[in-house]
């Protein structure tokens, strides 16, 4: 697939077409190497022992992670009895076949796919001085003819004269399977997937939002079993069965009023997706959502500063509400267990009261622990290759966010996820 353009795409399927067709010479050189080009060099070996290849490549773990390479490309090389010269931190790219050659932009598939056409390339060709420069630079026995092919002494001193300029030596057998170890025990993610999550990332994320604490009016003591059998009646029916509500639900306490408000801010910024999604918020609303929600606390803090003031006095009275009902009960039938502790063998309505004060110790609670536990908790997570995949996402998307389109988002997200 030889090309006389200047500018071109070089991709991982045309380089292997590329050094498929070499009959001397492959130099390659970049921060990694994938499948293709590196099977295409593999065969070489194969098919003849009279080209001379070599390669260097940056063998590091976070060079496969940006996936400038694959370990099962290195791995195709070994076997083959090429071992490529380690360059730690080579980001250029450099191919030459005979005496052709090109200078290219390396692709970390994390970030993007390959370019399949020169309508977007990523090489520039060399003309036959720039190989002939590059191969004295890259390549031993490039050197070594290149000297003995000089026309005159000078030229031939110069050449001698030029270091070599990446890597001189292949990478150890431990640090290759060091690396090794490390990409096996926790394998790279699929890169098309990562390509079509970060389409959404600039968009979006999943947020949850809590308030813990502030319903007061829904707090209920469950009444210990040992005053339940002492017996009931429908004076306080509405709130005293086997739980007693603490709060009047119309109370002064409840948060009724800072559960609309929050709801309010769930709906203008943080739309469902639907159960199987969550709540979602558009990125450049984050900052509003973030001022509401600061506004919200200030509003949170004075109600807890209300509640604060007068909650253990309404505790207390709701108490008082209990033993005022169970009292005279006791006194009707008191319990075995007052009985059995009784010296005169009939409890006063002292020991009763005191009964009772202790038997509801162990559930009535204590005012600065309900205020204590209000909070408004916020929770911020990135989207997920998963979420994003289900069938459903882009209509719940359009359909959360109406004014928005996202046509061109998931004409992306479609193209990110192209096999390369």
Same mark, same amino acid.
């Given at each position: ?26 130099? =390659? *050189? ?12 593999? $065969? ?30 290195? &791995? *195709? ?26 200078? /290219?932009? +390396?692709?970390?598939? =994390? ?5 399949? !056409?020169?309508?977007?390339?990523? *090489? ?13 630079? @890259? ?10 092919? %000089? ?28 690396? #090794? ?5 926790? +394998?790279?993610?699929? /890169? ?9 990332? +600039? ?7 809590? @308030? ?21 009646? #429908? ?17 002064? /306490? ?7 408000? @929050? ?5 203008? /910024? ?15 609303? #984050? ?13 949170? #803090? ?15 009275? !709701? ?6 009902? =169970? ?23 002292? $020991? ?9 110790? !162990?559930?009535?609670?204590?005012? &600065? ?30 359909? %959360? ?13 479609? %193209? ?5």
């Amino acid at each position: 697939m030889r090309t006389s353009a200047i500018f071109t795409a070089l991709s991982s399927s045309k380089l292997a077409s590329l050094i498929s067709q070499a009959r001397h010479r492959v130099c =390659y *050189a970049a921060p990694g190497i994938q499948n293709e080009a590196a099977i295409a060099i593999a $065969n070489l070996t194969e098919r003849s022992g009279m080209v001379d290849i070599t390669v260097f490549l940056d063998i590091d773990e976070h060079t496969l992670r940006m996936g400038y390479g694959s370990l099962t490309a290195l &791995e *195709a090389l070994r076997n083959a009895g090429i071992h490529p010269m380690h360059s730690a931190g080579f980001r250029s790219a450099v191919l030459i076949v005979d005496t052709e050659g090109w200078v /290219f932009t +390396p692709t970390a598939l =994390y970030l993007e796919a390959e370019p399949h !056409s020169d309508a977007t390339p990523n *090489a520039v060709r060399l003309t036959e001085t720039q190989v002939n420069e590059m191969l004295i630079r @890259l390549c031993p026995k490039a050197r070594e003819e290149a000297i003995y092919n %000089a026309t005159t002494p000078i030229e031939a001193r110069r050449i001698a004269d030029t270091a070599l300029e990446i890597g001189e030596e292949p990478l150890d057998e431990y640090s290759f399977e060091m690396v #090794k170890q490390a990409i096996e025990l926790a +394998p790279p993610v699929k /890169f098309d997937v990562a390509r079509q999550v970060r389409v959404f990332e +600039p968009y979006l994320q999943y947020v949850e939002l809590t @308030l813990s604490g502030a319903a007061i009016q829904r707090h209920r003591v469950s009444i210990p079993k040992t005053i339940q059998l002492l017996g009931s009646s #429908k004076d306080i029916e509405g709130r005293l069965r086997t739980t007693f509500d603490l709060i009047e639900k119309s109370s002064q /306490f409840s948060s009724k009023t800072l559960d609309a408000e @929050l709801n309010d801010i769930r709906k203008n /910024f943080t739309p469902s997706l639907g159960k199987d999604h969550g709540r979602v918020v558009l990125k450049n609303a #984050k900052p509003h959502l973030i001022k509401r929600l600061q506004e919200f606390r200030q509003k949170l #803090k004075a109600h807890q500063e209300k509640v604060e003031k007068e909650l253990q006095a309404r505790l207390d009275e !709701s108490r008082k509400q209990v033993v005022e009902y =169970y009292l005279p009960l006791a006194k009707a039938n008191p319990p075995d267990v007052l009985l059995g502790q009784s010296l005169s063998g009939t409890p006063s309505e002292k $020991n009763i009261l005191d009964w009772l004060e202790k038997e509801l110790d !162990s559930v009535f609670p204590k005012a &600065e622990n309900m205020i204590h536990e209000m909070s408004l908790e916020e929770r911020f997570k990135d989207v997920t290759y998963e979420t994003l995949n289900q069938t459903d996402f882009l209509e719940s998307i359009k359909k %959360a966010f109406p004014l928005v389109n996202w046509d061109k988002a998931y004409s992306e997200f479609k %193209a990110a996820g192209e096999t390369t």
